[in-house]
């Protein structure tokens, strides 16, 4: 079955850097698109970062210039680098994968930003 397992995680300084990883098992990795959603405690899952089977991203406005996501197809392995943190990026961080649209999650990486 599909598993994807979050890591990297944890507290960290406002300004401060964390890079998030997901380990993908069960799917055609380099066929998926890849991507990461956070929520934050009181608010819905929003979109944070995607990149296309080709290699183009996407970012949600608010954190473009500071998180960079990339993939490593070798690995299995999708990264969420995030730098520039501000205690607003708080949020449980949850890796997709899909096809034609997100159908597997993980089981989200706490991220908390301290002012």
């Known amino acids: 079955q599909v598993q994807l397992v979050e890591s990297g995680g944890g507290l960290v300084q406002a300004g401060g850097s964390l890079r998030l990883s997901c380990a993908a098992s069960?799917?055609?990795?380099?066929?998926?698109?890849m991507g990461w959603y956070r929520q934050a405690p009181g608010k819905q899952r929003e979109f944070v970062a995607r990149?296309?089977?080709?290699?183009?991203?996407n970012y949600v406005e608010s954190v473009k210039g500071r998180f960079t996501i990339s993939r490593d197809n070798a690995k299995n392995t999708v990264y969420l680098q995030m730098s520039s943190l501000l205690p607003e990026d708080t949020a449980v961080y949850y890796c997709?994968?899909?096809?034609?649209?997100?159908?597997?999650w993980g089981q989200g990486t706490q991220v908390t930003v301290s002012s």
């Open positions: 997709a994968a899909g096809n034609m649209a997100f159908s597997s």
């Open positions: 069960g799917i055609n990795f380099r066929f998926n698109i």
């Open positions: 990149m296309s089977i080709t290699g183009n991203t």
